[in-house]
């Protein structure tokens, strides 16, 4: 037998334990118990790759705090938690934000931008989709206003696929016909690559949103976090959306993804009445 094809034993609890405290310590993020099999799969592999034969190796090799450690610790978060996406994956959502801009456009409420911060942004077909509602909103307007979307993610291989901004047709399936044609141009082997025009309106970085006290304060229109706040415990969702509501201008409004809290009020924001989208608009 190969040792490409050389089984693994099972991950003990007491290991799982270890991994998980070090995943959540680190990033803030909650494995949960049923993840088990992923956690264990995705260090399987790595530790083939890699020819180390010992959890307890890996374990030591991960929690160092060098380069190698720390390359080490990224890759396997980014094969933990960086997932497939589309453009418009939830249309409803993205349609409630068209809607904001277009009323605040409207009854000129914007301080000469429209400002659009993208939280846990992945490969970046998200940030994209929102700067493509803005150019939209602004193009129907006589308004010359500026607008940008600021995105970020804690994994560096997502963000360098975002800044390429080539996808493939199963990226693009939500997309409309005229949506290609006028934000998009073709690119090699049925690819399409995101139009200048449009790249150069969002801006990428990298950041923790378990450290967003870290991150430069620029008040936003719009917050944008869809099934980023799934992998953090119910006490750490509720201070990653404070610190949301802190990063909002005045009647700004927060979007995330249906059903991600249920129990999280904040006394300068009033809930959407909305089956579709789980939205909010800052009060004061």
Known sequence: MTWSFKKFDVLPESKFLLWEKLLEARTGIQLASQQKVLLQTQIAIRMRELDIASYDDYFDQVKQDNKSGLVEWQILVDRLVVKETTFFRHRPSLDFVRQFLKNK???????GSIDIWSVGCSTGEEPY?????????????????????????????ALSI?????????????????????????????HYEVLPRLKKRVCFSQANINNLDDFPVQLMDVVFCQNVLIYFRRWRRREILNQ?????????????????????????????????????????
């Open 105 to 111: 456009i409207s009854r000129e409420q914007l301080d």
């Open 129 to 157: 989709g929102l700067a493509m509602l803005a150019h939209e909103c602004l193009s129907e307007s006589e308004q010359h206003l500026y607008f940008g979307v600021t995105a970020v993610d804690v994994s560096l291989p």
């Open 162 to 190: 975002a800044r390429r901004g080539v996808y493939g047709q199963r990226s693009m399936s939500f997309l409309t016909d005229r949506e290609r044609q006028h934000f998009f141009r073709p690119y090699e082997d049925k």
């Open 244 to 284: 949301l509501v802190s990063r909002l201008k005045p009647g700004g409004l927060l979007v995330i993804g249906l059903g991600e809290t249920t129990d999280w009020q904040h006394a300068e924001m009033q809930r959407i009445d909305s089956n579709e989208v789980q939205a909010y608009i800052k009060t004061s």
